[in-house]
């Protein structure tokens, strides 16, 4: 889930997501920052501020006491701050949570949800303890994103009934049928509440975007939470014009109710406590894997979730909601730049004490304010990124069915059929392969199969090799993929065949450079032939195209073989591209050194990456006299403001010419200065720089002065890119990252700017990460 970038409101989904872009930290290198203590001081108090309304809303949309969603945030804050492996993840009630909660609440009673929390609690714990975190994120992306989506549905339908002066039905359908009277007949002063209320929430960030004078106050009132603005407005409004409205229930402390051991049957109570774990704790780790993202670090998700256990327990012993970690706290932490775990503790140590002295003024506001803060909340939970991108990767059957089933049957038994329709999904998908049949300019016949050649498939791959003429010369090329008993005899009996009537046959696999099978069934490889296969690319065996005696005959003969074997293969990904236009995600700016292969070491494909490159990955500031160049500039207000891309890589790479001719002072060279010389001109401020400041490895001390200057070079551009001002308003609105990045060529290691130590640290390996977790 996603951790959206809005951190002066919290209406944004209340989940994290571990496939989609987080929201940026403040850009590094920025001068003026605070130091961690006062940076946690200063974040605590603004995720307090969105704390308390958000989980007042909650509390009334489970049907809980609203007391029950202030101990939950305290406890959350607080207990999961301090033991969980995530540091700068804010823990509290969870939205997602929200139909489960109220569901159980109508069942069981409150007491009795509360048993049911500590039980979930206790079974984090022991789920932390065998370290099975990282299990919990096999979930399928498209079933968690419907669930989020129905759950949202569900939470925007109640509340817009109490919105309108209503009260909610037991049903998200019941919900549905009861609207229509309930739009004909509103409650016109909880509606005036309400509509100021949603006014407030998505006004109150655009002030920033005001023109002059105006624009610049809004900057600074938006500093202010859209929530805490939206909620005092409401409640202003009540107060003035004397309405009588439904307000905040908020008992004494002494009628605060605590746990009962429930009544019921025992599956039915386990499935409860089951349906209570599982959603919290995968909510919880995906939101925490996409703040390790969002600031460069690496938790423990083991810990993480025995911190959630301990917190759930806890808040289940005084009587709160159950907890999880969101992205609507957690963005607002990082985003406020919070240092260490203890801002999350403050947070809910300021949450504790408005608690304990603020109930008066609670107790004044309007239940159709809060009300039409959780219908927002709902609404943005419906996120169109995700369904882009579920319908991208063909999911979108999983997504809807889940929604439907969430919204008609429940968060239990919805998620359960969208789980079941992905199982079948990727069953179906198992029995599609793909056999093509084509003639080369030789008289040959090559045969490509791809996807898992399996017992269903055999009839369809019989078919096409019994096409195939008498005598000819086939070249069967798998694509690697699972093969399995059945598929496997047919080919081969067909090439025993095929072979006896004398033909010819080569089978090969994607693994295979060359190799193929002679008659007698052995295999050979790297024999030239009509049926060799080159190596995927050609710098495979040290190619290049400056050793070859005909470069640009090389270069024509690559070209070649890529139409000849790509190009089949991502024919359809580029049909839809060049229908549907370029959408990156990520502009990547970086040195035109021919040895970075820049979607080589990012994995991206057609589509991905808007990338600009030049010599020393330079980021031209508009205050350098002379040496400023517009197409760099040009191509950066493209990125950011039409393709609205949502984070801004610079990259450099060890052994870089650029950094060495700045240390050698290319650029200050007497006489009219050649182009190289002006270029280098930007690279001043790296130098001046390097002198006050220079950039350090997390793990490891620099190889020399060069590499230094190339890391510190980095963190400078990064800085100018700050000097473009459509860069700096999305950064400060919050959605834009700023990343930067090192690429060392003798380990093929790839570094990544921390943020909070300001340090280069190493991206480990898949295998490094799965022993840490």
């Not at 969105?50 to 939950?72: K, M, Q, Y």
């Not at 109570?269 to 089951?274: F, K």
């Not at 050609?538 to 640009?552: A, T, Y």
Request: hydrophobic share 50%; aromatic share 4%; glycine share 10%.
């Amino acid at each position: 889930m996603t951790l959206h970038p809005t951190p002066p409101s919290p209406l944004t989904d209340s989940t994290a997501d571990s496939h989609a872009p987080p929201v940026s930290p403040p850009a590094p290198g920025v001068p003026g920052r605070r130091r961690p203590a006062a940076a946690d001081l200063t974040a605590s108090l603004v995720v307090f501020l969105i704390a308390v309304p958000f989980s007042l809303g909650i509390a009334l949309a489970t049907g809980a006491p609203l007391t029950a969603g202030l101990v939950a945030a305290a406890v959350g804050g607080i207990v999961a701050g301090l033991f969980g492996g995530t540091p700068l993840q804010v823990s509290g009630p969870s939205a997602a949570l929200t139909v489960i909660t109220a569901g159980l609440i109508a069942q069981y009673g409150w007491q009795a949800t509360c048993a049911i929390t500590i039980a979930a609690g206790l079974l984090q714990v022991l789920l932390g303890a065998l370290r099975v975190a990282r299990s919990a994120l096999a979930v399928s992306p498209a079933v968690v994103h419907g669930m989020l989506a129905g759950v949202g549905l569900t939470i925007a339908i109640a509340q817009l009934h109490v919105m309108l002066g209503g009260a909610p039905q037991s049903s998200a359908l019941a919900n549905l049928i009861a609207l229509p009277a309930q739009l004909a007949g509103p409650h016109p002063p909880a509606l005036a509440v309400g509509l100021l209320a949603l006014g407030l929430l998505y006004g109150w960030p655009r002030l920033r975007q005001l023109p002059g004078r105006a624009g610049r106050i809004g900057a600074v009132l938006v500093r202010v939470p859209a929530a805490l603005v939206a909620v005092a407005g409401g409640t202003a409004l009540a107060v003035a014009g004397h309405f009588e409205l439904a307000r905040v229930d908020l008992p004494s402390w002494r009628e605060h109710g605590l746990a009962a051991l429930p009544h019921g049957s025992v599956l039915g109570l386990l499935g409860a406590v089951g349906t209570v774990t599982v959603v919290a704790s995968v909510e919880s780790l995906l939101c925490a894997v996409a703040v390790d993202r969002l600031t460069g670090g690496s938790g423990d998700l083991n810990r993480e979730l025995r911190g959630q256990g301990l917190a759930n327990l806890v808040t289940g012993l005084l009587g709160g909601l159950p907890v999880a970690g969101g992205a609507v706290r957690s963005s607002a932490n990082v985003q406020a730049g919070a240092r260490s775990r203890w801002a999350a503790v403050l947070h809910g140590t300021w949450v504790l004490v408005a608690a304990l002295a603020l109930t008066g003024g609670l107790r004044r506001i309007p239940l159709a304010a809060l009300a039409a803060l959780v219908l927002v909340v709902g609404i943005q939970m419906v996120s169109f990124a995700h369904i882009r991108r579920v319908h991208r990767h063909r999911e979108f059957t999983v997504y809807l069915v889940t929604v439907v089933g969430v919204v008609v049957l429940g968060v239990p038994l919805g998620v359960a059929t969208g789980a079941a329709t992905a199982t079948l999904l990727a069953l179906y998908r198992l029995t599609r392969a793909h056999v093509d049949v084509a003639r080369t300019s030789d008289g040959s016949v090559e045969v490509h199969t791809h996807g898992p050649l399996t017992f269903v498939s055999v009839p369809r791959l019989t078919r096409a090799l019994t096409a195939i003429p008498v005598g000819a010369a086939v070249t069967v090329c798998h694509d690697g993929a699972f093969l399995d008993h059945a598929a496997y005899e047919a080919l081969h009996s067909w090439r025993a065949d095929h072979i006896a009537r004398g033909g010819r046959v080569a089978l090969l696999t994607s693994h295979q450079d060359g190799a193929a099978l002679d008659p007698d069934g052995t295999i050979r490889a790297g024999e030239d032939g009509p049926h060799r296969r080159r190596a995927w690319t050609p710098w495979v065996g040290h190619h290049r195209i400056d050793q070859q005696d005909d470069p640009h005959g090389r270069l024509l003969d690559g070209v070649r073989g890529f139409q000849q074997h790509t190009a089949p293969l991502i024919r359809p990904e580029l049909a839809r591209l060049a229908r549907e236009g370029q959408t990156p995600s990520q502009l990547f700016l970086t040195c035109s050194d021919s040895r970075l292969v820049t979607s080589m070491i990012t994995s991206s494909g057609p589509g991905d990456l808007f990338t600009v490159r030049n010599v020393g990955n330079l980021v031209p500031a508009p205050h350098e006299p002379g040496a400023a160049d517009d197409s760099v500039a040009a191509a950066v207000q493209y990125a950011v403001e039409v393709l609205e891309v949502r984070s801004i890589t610079v990259c450099g790479h060890s052994g870089c010419g650029a950094m060495k001719a700045l240390l050698d002072g290319v650029h200050e060279q007497p006489g009219r200065p050649t182009a190289l010389a002006r270029w280098l001109r930007n690279g001043r401020g790296s130098l001046a720089r390097l002198v006050r400041v220079p950039a350090e490895f997390a793990d490891r001390p620099v190889a020399d002065r060069i590499e230094e200057l190339c890391i510190t070079n980095v963190v400078q551009q990064l800085d100018q890119l700050m000097a473009n001002p459509a860069v700096e308003r999305r950064v400060q609105a919050g959605d834009l990252r700023l990343v930067g990045m090192y690429f060392d060529f003798a380990t093929a290691q790839t570094y990544v700017l921390d943020q909070a130590s300001g340090r280069f640290a190493a991206v480990p390996a898949w295998q490094e990460l799965a022993s840490a977790a």
